[in-house]
């Protein structure tokens, strides 16, 4: 049991030293010497639980989406109004300060375009991710509009597209403009094109 | 003469080669070893002409920006319609031919995220790009409401946010999906929103 306990921590301990090295100094730069010398973990320890580099690389991959996927069902089980989930579900994407120090603001954008070469594996679980995103989106707004609590000619299709793009782009543009209110605006905007 | 030809040439050979080793294969995964290889001009010339990988890197960013700047000056400086100059300009960001094989659907995405942490010369152009072009929409939006050609009370600042980060988000995503469809619908949705 003891020895259990441990070994979980050691997994955990790792993990976060990886993910942090990747969304920070990127997949291709990190080296497993690296992980080794900033978890305190034995090497032998890490092989055990993680066979290579890509191997940990597709459990951070989801330990992100399960965070994310988490959070946005809370949000959909609640009783709220569909707007009222939106706006929730705007502020889980944008909000997160796990993308504060991330290379591209957003951590699967930048653990894709560091990787998309080396594993297909990462490349279709961060598919998944987005498509699952978009099909929560739509769903939404078809609940918002059947319920006549959002305009009532909003094409489906095209507004979900709309705002997960956008949110998608702000991620990354605020990371490279250095610019918090382009969130803020374009929170602002998405909400107009609601009602 | 003869020789100034040549090396003019040898130098635009050597840009492309290695604008698409760092578009398709990331900047830290190629080596001017590589650049030298495919691009058969020998090692000493490309020295000659960039000191560094930094410096082709900070060289093809300058030719993207101009390369799209060009087009956009172009589209503004024409007789048409705001909305016609708003959809010129959108096409010009999402239907590039040389944004396809790219790994983050947009050469200044795929660039900046591999590079951010060892070229602070790379971020900072990056960055004035993507500033230039929300000013530019935000200029096209004024212009569009004072000729009473978009709607009135379209908010400037985040139209503009909304319209910058969804193309973006939108080359990204486009790009992992593997859906032509969401510019279409995209640009559907940003059509609505200007009316």
Partial sequence: M??????LSNKDIVLQTAAALFLTKGYLMTSMDEIVALSKVSKTNIYYHYK?????????????VSHYEQ???RVLAQD???????ERLFQILTEDHEQDDCVGGCPFLTLYTQTSNSSLEARAKIRTFFD?????VEKLLE??????????DLPVRQTAALIVTSIEGALF????????MLVQNLFQSLTSVLK
């Fill in 80 to 86: 709220m109004s569909i707007p009222a989930k939106l």
């Fill in 71 to 73: 959070r946005i069902t």
């Fill in 2 to 7: 003891k020895n259990d306990k441990l070994s």
């Fill in 173 to 180: 543009l605020t990371k490279v403009s250095d610019n918090p």
């Fill in 52 to 64: 290579s580099k890509e191997e940990l690389l597709l459990a951070i991959i989801d330990q992100l």
């Fill in 132 to 136: 699952k995103q978009l099909q929560v």
């Fill in 143 to 152: 609940e918002g509009i059947a319920k006549k609590e959002l305009s009532q």
